[in-house]
């Protein structure tokens, strides 16, 4: 079963989204998570992580601050907060099973959501 994420859309810079992941798969609430993204052209670049139990969390320095993950396992869905969008935060955004280390080392499940910065 893929993951399906949602709540991509076109925002101005300075502007906020939340994306979802909904994931069926297998211990959900037993495995780390991670949102990953890719820019056109660009290699997958990891984003942030969430522990097994959603106590811990994890960012790329590039959206420290501005990005926010939680994971709920009683709904097996995935979350990430984004305020204060810059341009560079477009990408196709994808979530998957994992922490940092290994988040990129495999092509992403499900067909991403897209995101779009941009005035």
């Known amino acids: 079963v893929r993951p399906v994420e949602s709540g991509g859309g076109l925002v101005q810079p300075g502007g906020s989204l939340t994306l979802s992941c909904a994931d069926s798969g297998f211990a959900f609430s037993s495995r780390h998570m991670s949102w990953v993204r890719q820019a056109p052209e660009k290699a997958l670049e990891w984003v942030a992580s969430?522990?097994?139990?959603?106590?811990?969390?994890d960012y790329a320095d590039s959206v420290k601050g501005r990005f926010t993950m939680s994971k709920d396992n009683a709904e097996n869905t995935l979350y990430l907060q984004m305020i204060s969008l810059k341009p560079e935060d477009s990408a196709v955004y994808y979530c998957?099973?994992?922490?940092?280390?290994?988040?990129?080392?495999?092509?992403?499940r499900g067909q991403g959501t897209q995101v779009i910065v941009s005035s």
């Open positions: 998957v099973a994992g922490d940092r280390f290994i988040a990129t080392k495999s092509p992403p």
């Open positions: 969430v522990s097994p139990g959603g106590d811990t969390t």
